[in-house]
């Protein structure tokens, strides 16, 4: 069973999702699709709660168990992520080197966009070679935000 959880905060409606006692999607403006039970879970209440203390700048480290769908690849992109401090950016030749495949920085380009679980895996902290923003699955305004809420600021 999926459970749902809307919340609205300074970045938009926000749907967080769980299956299995682990959070596997959130959804920032996006519709939801599925058959979901909309529950406030007492996971689903702290993952609201760590969120909130982020957008607020009291929280730098989430603690909620996640459940990504992906392939291995993808797995292996978005837990090299997770391990990108607050307030620090890495490249996508970096991540790639880190999982072992330097080659496939284009790879974890894909993976970065199609991350399930934005802010809590924070795709928003990995900027092109050339340290400059790039494409994000969320909008570059948001994508500045987010950096900027971190003491990362770009023009």
Not at 36 to 47: A, F, R, S, W, Y
Not at 144 to 154: R, T
Request: glycine fraction near 8%; charged fraction near 25%; aromatic fraction near 8%.
């Amino acid at each position: 069973m999926k459970y749902v959880k809307y919340t609205n905060t300074k970045i938009g409606n926000i749907a967080i999702i769980e299956e299995d006692g682990k959070i596997m999607v959130i959804k920032i403006n996006k519709k939801i699709e599925g058959d979901m039970v909309q529950i406030e879970t007492p996971l689903l209440k702290e993952t609201e709660k760590q969120l909130l203390e982020y957008l607020e700048g009291k929280r730098k480290i989430f603690t909620v168990p996640l459940n990504p769908k992906g392939t291995k690849f993808m797995k292996e992109v978005w837990t090299a992520l997770q391990e990108i401090p607050y307030g620090e950016v890495r490249t996508y030749g970096q991540i790639a080197k880190k999982i072992g495949n330097p080659k496939a920085a284009r790879a974890v380009g894909m993976a970065n966009h199609r991350n399930p679980i934005p802010i809590i895996i924070p795709c928003h902290r990995v900027i092109g070679s050339n340290n400059k923003l790039v494409d994000y699955a969320l909008g570059m305004e948001m994508k500045k935000f987010l950096l900027n809420l971190e003491g990362i600021f770009f023009k």
